[in-house]
């Protein structure tokens, strides 16, 4: 993959009269509209706020059930619309410059050749077992998500899925599917995942990582809905180039050169290739020992690529030259995050975030009994929309989910589980997830071409997720 692609769209005739109405707008232009319409909420939904108290258990800072009370309204100020959009920028700048940072620090590894002649041989392996390629790779990934929880960090592994789907006859679309969504499987089904299953468990007061076998039947399920998904679409690109989602992108892109995947690994490449692994290494101990997140990943994978350099016989200037081209290549998409952000800033500054968990909570009363784990569910699935954390999430909802679940008759470990469910499907298509939008930004893939693709496949995700509570409910799963 080249890091140096642009998130842009192609340049066409504008449509002219009323049909220049109907363009899906540039994802700039949406991100606006959606900033505008959380600013118009705060004139309509009643400011209020919950108490919190910190959690003996989980040290997480929690909501106190029945403490919710309106406060005076704060509708947003037309006027500060400019310093909430600065505001969204500050608040992600981690994210944005951790994008910046793998960007360049991919492109000087990936410039020594390494990874292309790694890449080679796993693509002869795979061209002899292409029906093992998507499985595979979506196990693999999903792997990270269900041990340590890995959801940001994903984004560091696009260009490698992008560049092995391409080499492969596939397109970037895809290879940015295998990742994201391997990682987004493991994440949500969440064996061991500390940050939601974890948090969530702990203040319902359930064993830590109890329910297990439930949780790998729903992984290995997931896993075999999202192959057959992908491979559906593998089969129509693979027959016809044109119908892939993104061709345009993959009509920009250098092809992938069979000689070149397919030359000999050198000794510098076994040397950058092992520098990498050790660095991922690194990364899975720093992470699941010491809770690493990004600022500590973004400065590993800036020495891994000075030190990949450096082996490869790049003086300075030029490790210098190719970090500033993989970095320049994504500064479009890193600022989508920014401008992701700035919506939660906007419902933060109106104070409605909490009163929009509060209602939708009390919706769920409207449920008959037997269905009313859905409306939990449902709920979940709704909060996600606003708050991406899966953390965050427990720390506002599993409060109120639990005694829920209690009036309800159903078993607290069945409200986790609505819960995490209802916390990881919509991660995907929604433009104020970071993991997203970052992902997206790396791989070049417009938003909108990215939301084609795969919001039929969330939405099989969801309703697999309502049966698989209902089904929890009905056995009294503990």
Excluded: C
Excluded at 133 to 140: E, M, N, V
Excluded at 163 to 182: C, E, F, Q
Excluded at 231 to 254: C, G, N, P, T
Aim: charged share 10%; no cysteine.
């Amino acid at each position: 993959m080249n890091l140096n692609e642009q998130t842009t769209e192609p340049e066409t005739e504008a449509p002219k009269g009323f049909r220049r109405f109907l363009v899906m707008p540039h994802t700039y232009v949406l991100l606006i509209i959606i900033i505008i319409f959380a600013a118009l909420l705060t004139y309509v939904v009643p400011a209020g706020e919950f108490e919190r108290v910190e959690d003996e258990q989980s040290g997480q800072t929690v909501v106190v059930p029945g403490t919710y009370e309106q406060m005076e309204a704060t509708p947003f100020n037309p006027l500060l619309f400019p310093i909430s959009i600065v505001e969204g920028f500050n608040d992600a700048s981690s994210i944005i410059f951790f994008i910046l940072i793998i960007g360049g620090a991919f492109q000087v590894i990936m410039s020594t050749g390494a990874i292309d002649a790694l890449t080679g041989r796993m693509t002869k392996f795979f061209s002899k077992n292409d029906a093992l390629f998507i499985p595979s790779f979506l196990a693999l990934f999903s792997v990270g998500g269900f041990t340590m929880g890995m959801s940001t960090e994903s984004m560091v592994f696009v260009p490698i899925g992008i560049l092995v789907a391409r080499s492969l006859g596939y397109d970037a679309l895809m290879g940015t599917a295998l990742v994201i969504l391997g990682t987004n499987i493991g994440f949500t089904a969440g064996l061991l995942n500390p940050f939601s299953v974890g948090v969530a468990q702990t203040i319902a007061e359930v064993p830590l990582f109890s329910g297990m076998l439930m949780r790998a039947v729903i992984l290995l399920l997931l896993l075999l809905i999202t192959s057959l998904y992908i491979h559906r679409y593998a089969k129509k690109i693979k027959q016809d180039k044109q119908q892939s989602l993104v061709y345009d992108l993959e009509q920009e892109a250098s092809e992938v050169e069979t000689a070149t995947l397919y030359k000999t690994i050198h000794k510098k490449h076994v040397a950058v290739i092992g520098v990498f692994l050790a660095g991922i290494l690194v990364l899975l101990w720093g992470v699941s020992v010491y809770q690493w997140y990004i600022v500590e990943i973004s400065s590993l994978f800036l020495a891994m690529g000075i030190v990949a350099g450096l082996i490869a016989g790049y003086g300075p200037s030029r490790i210098s030259k190719e970090f500033i081209q993989g970095a320049s290549g994504i500064v479009m998409g890193a600022l989508m995050i920014g401008l992701a952000r700035a919506v939660i800033i906007v419902m933060e500054e109106g104070a409605i975030m909490d009163s929009i968990v509060y209602f939708a909570a009390n919706f769920i009363d409207v449920f008959p009994a037997s269905v009313q784990i859905l409306g939990i569910y449902g709920f979940q699935v709704f909060v996600n929309l606003f708050i991406t954390s899966g953390s965050g999430q427990a720390a506002i909802t599993m409060p109120i989910i639990t005694p829920l679940a209690d009036l309800i008759g159903t078993t607290r470990q069945t409200g986790v589980l609505a819960f995490q469910l209802g916390d990881g499907f919509t991660n995907l298509i929604n433009p104020t997830s970071s993991t997203l939008m970052g992902a997206l930004a790396v791989s070049g893939i417009a938003f909108q071409k990215w939301f084609r693709f795969a919001l039929p496949l969330i939405l099989y995700w969801i309703v697999f997720g309502g049966v698989m509570v209902v089904i929890a409910n009905f056995i009294h799963y503990s």
